[in-house]
Each structure stands twice: as structure tokens, then as C-alpha cells.
């Protein structure tokens, strides 16, 4: 029988200690993350550009993958965090059980669909122009392609259950232990990818299937590692499965929330998919470009969302427990850090965007990069102290309980202006360098929603919690 629930340390220890000891784990984690991602592009950058391009338009396939993945362990995060607050340990076991079952469902339609649909993914975003100009270049990234999208989406299982096992840590408030997993995982793949892809200790060089091989050993160890630390040190939390049927409340409380978060990561898919569909119109340098940019602003950007990871169970839990002060101090500080991570990073990508370039190709091919690289690194980091008001404001959405209103951020965000502009400016203008502006533009109307949105639960909800 599940003894009553003690108070956790997100009801008592004072906010800035607090948030700094459940942020830093995971922030510095994200920093390996970013880390990974860029040192990924550049062995494979310097391997064949071509290499570079296959690794560069599976992204947007990547993203759809981490956004069920996320997107279900914000579900799982918010009704287990507020289970917490209540005391409520029956409901807070529900959460993990059925939050490690849909991983496993995620993972399953995953493998269908690397099995099918990888080949045609990658056709589908090479224009008639490319294939025209370079009918051999085309070719290459195809089978770069099938080789690396199929070997990450017939293994994802390590993924989805790594994120999964991680978000239970993290919603207990044992963010250290989430830490070491994912720095764990970032490591060995960082280790992996330079052997595996150059062919190194006596392997054969394997390119983009050697960064998706390694990318996969990094995430079932991952996976395993979090696993043991939920079972050892997360008593908060049962793993039991003995008896366990679905229930269809808890599976629609998770995805209440965590389906919003799903559609605006998923959305964010379809647009880089349909943005390289637009800039391999003007050349397929652009592309990698485009592909370097969100490699590099991932550095800047896993900052932030670590600090979010480390925030939504603190607003989630004290909303639960109906500790008003404790919601906004917890507000106001998040909002300070990811100002001042997002202004250090504008600077550097306004200051030194050529040298940032250089590291993910030949010498001899940077200045074909530069000449789309340096605005394009420019231009879109113009947004980038804006964009960190609207993060921290979509997830204290989530952690509320209200993740409808991220969702309709996130659609009007992306579909209604961002898309749209950018198409506009790149088949009607014709202008390369003005796409890049559609970013800048679509935040500032982002931002202005968030605000709208923030004001309306206030009023709703956080005003009549008491003093």
C-alpha cells in the first residue's frame, strides 16, 4: 500500500536555490546535446558535403521523432509533478507506467516507417533544378540518406525510452541523475561518431551511417543507464507493471497537455521540411546552410530548454500544492536566464558567423558556404532575445495545465506567418537573404501572443490562488 507523500523539496526550498539545483544538471546536459549535434555535422561535413546535406534534410524527420518524444514526457511530466503536489501517489505511478508504454508505441510506428517511406522523404525535398544541375550530387544524398534516417528510425526505441525514463527523473526533482544520462549518452556518441564515420581502429569509414550507428548506441545506453537510476534512486515513483492495463483517463490527461507540445514540434517539421524544399530552389549549399544554422543555434537554444525541463515541474508542482509566490518567482528568474543565454548567443552569431561556418567544411568550399551562411546566421539570430520570452511562456502554459494555448501559439507562429512569409519572400520576391527575415518576423507576433495568453490564465487561474 502507497504510504502518503512526503513534501518534496519543490515546495520548500527557497525558489533561486532551487531552480538553479534542478536547471544547471540539465542545462549542462543540454549543452553535451548541443555539442553532439554540431560535432555530428562537422565530421560528417568534412567526410562529403553531400554527407552533410543527407544528415541536413533529415532533420526534419529527427525533429517529428523528439517531438512525440518530448511532447508525450511533457504529459507525462505535469500529471506526475502535480500528482506529486497532491500526494497523490497512485495517480503519479499511472503517470510513469503509462508514459513508458506509449514509448513503446511511438517506437514501434517509427520502425514501419523507416522501413517504407525513408527514400521517398528525401526525394520528396530535392527540387527539379538539383536534379537537373546535379543529377550524381542528388544521388549520393539519397543513399547517404536511406543509409542514415533508416539505422535512427528502426532503432528509436532508444530514444523514446530515454526521453521517457529521463522525464521521470526530472519530475521527481532528481535532474542530477538526468544529467549524467544524457551527458552519458552525448559522449559516447561524440567518441563513436569520429570513429565510425572517418573509419578509424581498423572499422571502415561509414559516413552518415556511421553518425546514425553511433547515435543509436549513445541513446540505448542512455536509455539503459536511466532505466537503473529510476529503479534505484527514484523512490518517489513505483515501475511496476504487474497488472497494468491502459487507462484511457491517464493517456488523455498526458495528452492534454503533451499533444499541443507534439503539434508545435511536429509543425516546426513540416516547416524546415517545406523551407528545404524552397532553398534547394536556389542551391543546395543553402540548404546545408540553413542545416549548419539550426546545428550551431541548438547550442544557444538546449540552454534555454534545459532550464525549461528544470522549471515546468517546479510551476506544475507548487500549481498543484497552490503556492502562488512560489509560480511567479519562479517565472521572473526563469525569464532572466534565458534573456541573458539568448543575448550572448545573438552577439556571437552577429560577430563571428564566418569562423562558425568554417568548422563544417574543406577550406576550399567555404566561401561557396559563407556566401549563404554568414546572413543566414545573421539575419535569423535577430529574434533570438525575443524567442526567449516566448519559450519560457509557452512552457509555464504547459506546466499549468494549459498546453491548447502553446499549441495555438505555435500554429499561428509557424503556419500562419512564418511559412507564409517565407515563401512569399523566396518565390514571389525571390529573395534568399529576406527569407531569413520570416523569423525574426513571426517571433515578435509570437511574443505578442504569448503575452495575450499569459494575462488571460492569470486572470483565469493564478490570480484567485491565495497570497
Same mark, same amino acid.
Given at each position: 500500500?502507497?504510504?502518503?507523500?512526503?513534501?518534496?523539496?519543490?515546495?520548500?526550498?527557497?525558489?533561486?536555490?532551487?531552480?538553479?539545483?534542478?536547471?544547471? #544538471?540539465?542545462?549542462? =546536459?543540454?549543452?553535451?546535446?548541443?555539442?553532439?549535434?554540431?560535432?555530428? *555535422?562537422?565530421?560528417? !561535413?568534412?567526410?562529403?558535403?553531400?554527407?552533410? *546535406?543527407?544528415? @541536413?534534410?533529415?532533420? #526534419?524527420?529527427?525533429?517529428?521523432?523528439?517531438?512525440?518524444?518530448?511532447?508525450?514526457?511533457?504529459?507525462?511530466? =505535469?500529471?506526475?509533478?502535480?500528482?506529486?503536489?497532491?500526494?497523490?501517489?497512485?495517480?503519479?505511478?499511472?503517470?510513469?507506467?503509462?508514459?513508458?508504454?506509449? %514509448?513503446?508505441?511511438?517506437?514501434?510506428?517509427?520502425?514501419?516507417?523507416?522501413?517504407?517511406?525513408?527514400?521517398?522523404?528525401?526525394?520528396?525535398?530535392?527540387?527539379?533544378?538539383?536534379?537537373?544541375?546535379?543529377?550524381?550530387?542528388?544521388?549520393?544524398?539519397?543513399?547517404?540518406?536511406?543509409?542514415?534516417?533508416?539505422?535512427?528510425?528502426?532503432?528509436?526505441?532508444?530514444?523514446?525510452?530515454?526521453?521517457? $525514463?529521463?522525464?521521470?527523473?526530472? =519530475?521527481?526533482?532528481?535532474?542530477?541523475?538526468?544529467?549524467?544520462?544524457?551527458? @552519458?549518452?552525448?559522449?559516447?556518441?561524440?567518441?563513436?561518431?569520429?570513429?565510425?564515420?572517418? !573509419?578509424?581502429?581498423?572499422?571502415?569509414?561509414?559516413?552518415?551511417?556511421?553518425?546514425?550507428?553511433? @547515435?543509436?548506441?549513445?541513446?540505448?545506453?542512455?536509455?539503459?543507464?536511466?532505466?537503473?537510476?529510476?529503479?534505484?534512486?527514484?523512490?518517489?515513483? =513505483?515501475?511496476?507493471?504487474?497488472?497494468?492495463?491502459?487507462?484511457?483517463?491517464?493517456?488523455?490527461?498526458?495528452?492534454?497537455?503533451?499533444? #499541443?507540445?507534439?503539434?508545435?514540434?511536429?509543425?516546426?517539421?513540416?516547416? @524546415?521540411?517545406?523551407?528545404?524544399?524552397?532553398?534547394?530552389?536556389?542551391?543546395?549549399?543553402?540548404?546545408?546552410?540553413?542545416?549548419?544554422?539550426?546545428?550551431?543555434?541548438?547550442?544557444?537554444?538546449?540552454?534555454?530548454?534545459?532550464?525549461?525541463?528544470?522549471?515546468?515541474?517546479?510551476?506544475?508542482?507548487?500549481?498543484?500544492?497552490?503556492?502562488?509566490?512560489?509560480?511567479?518567482?519562479?517565472?521572473?528568474?526563469?525569464?532572466?536566464?534565458?534573456? *541573458?543565454?539568448? %543575448?550572448?548567443?545573438?552577439?556571437?552569431?552577429?560577430?563571428? #558567423?564566418?569562423?562558425?561556418?568554417?568548422?563544417?567544411?574543406?577550406?576550399?568550399?567555404?566561401?561557396?558556404?559563407?556566401?549563404?551562411?554568414?546572413?543566414?546566421?545573421?539575419?535569423?539570430?535577430?529574434?533570438?532575445?525575443?524567442?526567449?520570452?516566448?519559450?519560457?511562456?509557452?512552457?509555464?502554459?504547459?506546466?499549468?495545465?494549459?498546453?491548447?494555448?502553446?499549441?495555438?501559439?505555435?500554429?499561428?507562429?509557424? $503556419?500562419?506567418?512564418?511559412?507564409?512569409?517565407?515563401?512569399?519572400?523566396?518565390?514571389?520576391?525571390?529573395?534568399?537573404?529576406?527569407?531569413?527575415?520570416?523569423?525574426?518576423?513571426?517571433?515578435?507576433?509570437?511574443?505578442?501572443?504569448?503575452?495575450?495568453?499569459?494575462?488571460?490564465?492569470?486572470?483565469?487561474?493564478?490570480?484567485?490562488?491565495?497570497?
Amino acid at each position: 500500500m502507497n504510504e502518503p507523500l512526503k513534501e518534496n523539496k519543490m515546495g520548500v526550498m527557497p525558489v533561486n536555490k532551487l531552480l538553479v539545483s534542478m536547471a544547471v #544538471p540539465m542545462i549542462l =546536459s543540454m549543452l553535451m546535446q548541443a555539442m553532439y549535434n554540431i560535432v555530428d *555535422s562537422i565530421f560528417v !561535413g568534412r567526410f562529403d558535403q553531400n554527407a552533410l *546535406s543527407a544528415v @541536413t534534410m533529415a532533420f #526534419p524527420a529527427q525533429s517529428l521523432m523528439i517531438a512525440i518524444a518530448a511532447g508525450t514526457g511533457v504529459g507525462v511530466n =505535469s500529471l506526475l509533478s502535480y500528482s506529486l503536489g497532491r500526494k497523490d501517489s497512485v495517480s503519479a505511478n499511472k503517470a510513469a507506467t503509462h508514459g513508458i508504454f506509449l %514509448a513503446f508505441c511511438a517506437a514501434i510506428m517509427f520502425l514501419v516507417l523507416g522501413l517504407f517511406f525513408s527514400e521517398p522523404f528525401y526525394r520528396w525535398q530535392i527540387s527539379a533544378k538539383e536534379w537537373n544541375e546535379n543529377p550524381d550530387a542528388c544521388r549520393a544524398i539519397i543513399a547517404y540518406g536511406k543509409d542514415y534516417l533508416g539505422v535512427v528510425t528502426m532503432f528509436s526505441l532508444g530514444i523514446y525510452m530515454q526521453v521517457t $525514463l529521463e522525464r521521470l527523473l526530472q =519530475s521527481t526533482g532528481k535532474t542530477f541523475y538526468a544529467m549524467i544520462t544524457q551527458t @552519458t549518452g552525448a559522449i559516447i556518441n561524440i567518441f563513436l561518431d569520429y570513429i565510425f564515420v572517418f !573509419g578509424k581502429c581498423g572499422l571502415p569509414a561509414m559516413g552518415a551511417k556511421g553518425a546514425a550507428i553511433a @547515435t543509436v548506441i549513445g541513446q540505448w545506453i542512455a536509455m539503459t543507464m536511466a532505466f537503473v537510476l529510476n529503479v534505484k534512486k527514484n523512490r518517489e515513483i =513505483s515501475l511496476s507493471f504487474k497488472g497494468f492495463r491502459v487507462d484511457g483517463t491517464v493517456v488523455k490527461t498526458i495528452y492534454r497537455v503533451g499533444f #499541443p507540445s507534439i503539434i508545435m514540434q511536429a509543425i516546426s517539421s513540416v516547416v @524546415t521540411f517545406t523551407l528545404n524544399k524552397l532553398l534547394n530552389g536556389f542551391s543546395q549549399v543553402a540548404v546545408n546552410a540553413f542545416g549548419i544554422y539550426f546545428k550551431l543555434q541548438s547550442f544557444i537554444f538546449m540552454p534555454v530548454f534545459g532550464l525549461n525541463n528544470g522549471m515546468v515541474p517546479i510551476i506544475a508542482y507548487n500549481y498543484g500544492a497552490r503556492h502562488k509566490k512560489r509560480i511567479f518567482d519562479t517565472m521572473k528568474l526563469s525569464y532572466l536566464i534565458a534573456g *541573458s543565454i539568448m %543575448a550572448v548567443g545573438m552577439v556571437v552569431f552577429l560577430v563571428f #558567423p564566418r569562423p562558425l561556418l568554417s568548422m563544417f567544411c574543406k577550406p576550399e568550399a567555404l566561401d561557396d558556404l559563407a556566401r549563404y551562411g554568414v546572413p543566414c546566421l545573421r539575419l535569423i539570430s535577430l529574434h533570438f532575445i525575443v524567442a526567449a520570452f516566448s519559450i519560457i511562456t509557452i512552457s509555464v502554459l504547459q506546466a499549468l495545465g494549459n498546453g491548447l494555448y502553446s499549441m495555438i501559439v505555435s500554429i499561428c507562429r509557424q $503556419l500562419v506567418i512564418l511559412l507564409p512569409v517565407a515563401l512569399f519572400m523566396g518565390l514571389v520576391l525571390k529573395n534568399i537573404d529576406l527569407v531569413w527575415l520570416s523569423y525574426p518576423i513571426a517571433e515578435i507576433a509570437s511574443a505578442s501572443m504569448c503575452v495575450f495568453f499569459l494575462i488571460r490564465i492569470y486572470r483565469k487561474d493564478l490570480k484567485k490562488l491565495p497570497e
